[in-house]
Nanobody, 122 residues
Framework: QVQLVESGGGLVQAGGSLRLSCAAS????????VGWFRQAPGKEREFVAH????????YYAGSVKGRFTISRDNAKNTVYLQMNSLKPEDTAVYYC???????????????WGQGTQVTVSS
């Protein structure tokens, strides 16, 4: 499995921006599609965004579409999540995950990072 490490979280005011990074090591990164998920206190972990192995196809949850952008640089073994117009309800621990198969559910992802906290103040 590929190893994943997230970074870039922090505290930001509503309307602000953050860029999360997911750095991969251990396996051929371009063999993995990558998803971002988030989990708020007391809630289930939910899908946020997905990018294909090549980066040519992306998908977003409705709640973030138009505000978040997922991208990847396979030469740097890194996936990014640019988050703009942040809202207090975006507050959560954000996780990146890698998958060698096509799918968007948590069960489709075999490699997970440790998470990075994003807090949006009102």
């Amino acid at each position: 499995q590929v190893q994943l490490v997230e970074s870039g979280g922090g505290l930001v005011q509503a309307g602000g921006s953050l860029r999360l990074s997911c750095a991969a090591s251990g396996r051929t990164f371009s063999n993995y599609a990558v998803g971002w998920f988030r989990q708020a206190p007391g809630k289930e972990r939910e899908f946020v965004a997905h990018i294909s192995r090549s980066g040519g196809t992306t998908y977003y949850a409705g709640s973030v579409k138009g505000r978040f952008t997922i991208s990847r640089d396979n030469a740097k073994n890194t996936v990014y999540l640019q988050m703009n117009s942040l809202k207090p309800e975006d507050t959560a621990v954000y996780y990146c995950a890698g998958s060698e198969i096509v799918g968007f559910s948590k069960a489709d992802f075999g490699s997970w990072g440790q998470g990075t906290q994003v807090t949006v103040s009102s």
